[in-house]
């Protein structure tokens, strides 16, 4: 029962955020935050502490490549790719409340593919920049 209501409420955080997600749109660094926020609120739903304090660590890595890659860019490059998250987020959610876990796990590893692809793709940043 425990895991039901934990299953639930993690979802509505997702939901939430998804919400916010939609008004940051054309707005690079809020959306770049607002991303990390939702990818984290995607590991504490596992209920995996470990997990969330070492995604936590590796997230902060990812705040300072996204802060390089955005400043690298012209703004609003990363407009049309937020759109795609979005879609994204509420297909992750969509599955989640559909209870269809082994189609949420494909999909969410499918957007990270993707994500990472893009951002490493078009990343000048090496990676002693991003950690110094």
Do not use: C
Not at 9 to 17: G, H, P, Y
Not at 35 to 63: C, N, P, W, Y
Not at 73 to 88: D, E, I, Q, W, Y
Not at 103 to 126: S, V
Request: aromatic share 6%.
């Amino acid at each position: 029962m425990g895991t039901r209501r934990r299953s639930k409420s993690a979802i509505r955080e997702l939901e939430a955020l998804a919400e916010e997600a939609r008004g940051l749109i054309g707005n690079d660094d809020g959306f770049s935050d607002l991303d990390l926020r939702f990818h984290l609120a995607v590991v504490e739903g596992t209920g995996s502490a470990t997990l969330s304090e070492l995604s936590k660590m590796l997230f902060q890595i990812i705040d300072s490549h996204n802060a390089l890659f955005i400043a690298a860019h012209p703004r609003g490059f990363t407009t049309p790719v937020n759109k795609v998250a979005l879609r994204s987020y509420l297909r992750l959610i969509k599955l989640l409340n559909e209870g269809s876990v082994d189609d949420a796990q494909k999909h969410w590893r499918r957007h990270l593919e993707a994500a990472g692809t893009f951002m490493m793709g078009e990343a000048e940043a090496t990676l002693v920049e991003v950690l110094a």
